[in-house]
């Protein structure tokens, strides 16, 4: 009798002939050309991300044991790490099997312990300068995150429900990150579209300079009365044959336009600002 051949051999054999057969094939669509079109377009549609992960938070309470380290009960087993924590950690790695993070607009939170994708290449365009690979602001965004904005969307209380929190964390924690890091492709973009405008700050590395000429108040400001109205859209209960406006009781929102426009103003955009500094400081390396 023949030895049977192992089912991992077989199956990463035909892994590796249907790499070969898709590999480096672009889907069809629309231009990967990055231009400062195709930056506000991306950016605009990362703002319903957002307000949408924002609401889905919103639905359960603080959940404080889920960000206790204690909670798991054993520090040496899980390495002193939180339930979120460790929910991330092994969600992200289970992604990068998938190739979530072949794409360079993600960034893992949790990079040391990313695995070798199993999913065929994808040719995803490259954009961005090599020095784009030292810009991550990954552990502010996580400590803002938990820190300083989460009290400000979940109310008070206990609900026992800490892996649909921990789910529901991740989801707003990828949204906010790629929106933030996002800012490489922004200053990739503006840089293209006037050169001449940045090299000068570069070679300085002022940064002041650099700051100066990234910043459009007028836009800005826009941007966060958007994310505010879209909060209002997204946030309110429907009811069949009312208006939502119609007077009455104020709107009762599942999570509050003003905090949504603060998040924006207050850490958001001088974020990605702040990113689009560190990579235009490197852009002539």
Not at 3 to 19: A, D, E, G, H, Q
Not at 44 to 65: C, G, M, Q, W
Not at 88 to 105: F, L, S
Not at 265 to 285: A, C, F, H, N, S
Request: glycine share 6%.
């Amino acid at each position: 009798m023949a030895p049977r051949r192992p089912v991992f051999s077989v199956c990463w054999f035909l892994l590796l002939l249907l790499s070969s057969v898709c590999g480096g094939r672009r889907l069809r669509g629309e231009s990967t050309a990055l231009t400062l079109e195709s930056v506000r377009k991306f950016l605009t549609r990362e703002e319903d991300s957002i307000v949408f992960s924002l609401i889905e938070r919103a639905k359960y309470p603080r959940n404080a044991p889920a960000y206790d380290p204690s909670y798991l009960g054993s520090p040496a087993k899980f390495h002193g790490l939180s339930l979120v924590e460790l929910f991330v950690r092994e969600t992200e790695a289970v992604q990068a099997k998938a190739g979530r993070y072949e794409n360079p607009v993600e960034i893992p939170f949790f990079p040391r312990h990313m695995t070798l994708t199993l999913a065929p290449p994808y040719d995803f365009p490259n954009e961005l300068h090599a020095a784009a690979a030292a810009v991550n602001v990954s552990g502010t965004i996580w400590r803002e995150y938990l820190d300083g904005w989460l009290p400000q969307i979940t109310s008070q209380g206990d609900d026992g429900n800490y892996a649909p929190t921990a789910a529901a964390d991740l989801v707003c924690l990828q949204a906010l990150s790629r929106r933030i890091h996002y800012g490489r492709y922004v200053a990739e973009a503006k840089y293209r579209d006037a050169p001449q405008d940045y090299n000068t700050a570069i070679r300085a590395q002022d940064r002041d300079a650099l700051m100066k000429l990234l910043t459009f108040e007028g836009q800005e400001d826009a941007v966060k009365r958007r994310v505010e109205e879209k909060a209002k859209v997204f946030g309110q209960d429907v009811t069949l044959g009312k208006r939502a406006d119609d007077g009455g009781n104020a709107t009762d929102y599942k999570v509050d336009p003003v905090v949504v426009y603060r998040l924006y103003g207050d850490w958001v955009i001088p974020m990605t600002k702040m990113v689009q500094v560190e990579y235009l400081l490197r852009r002539l390396d």
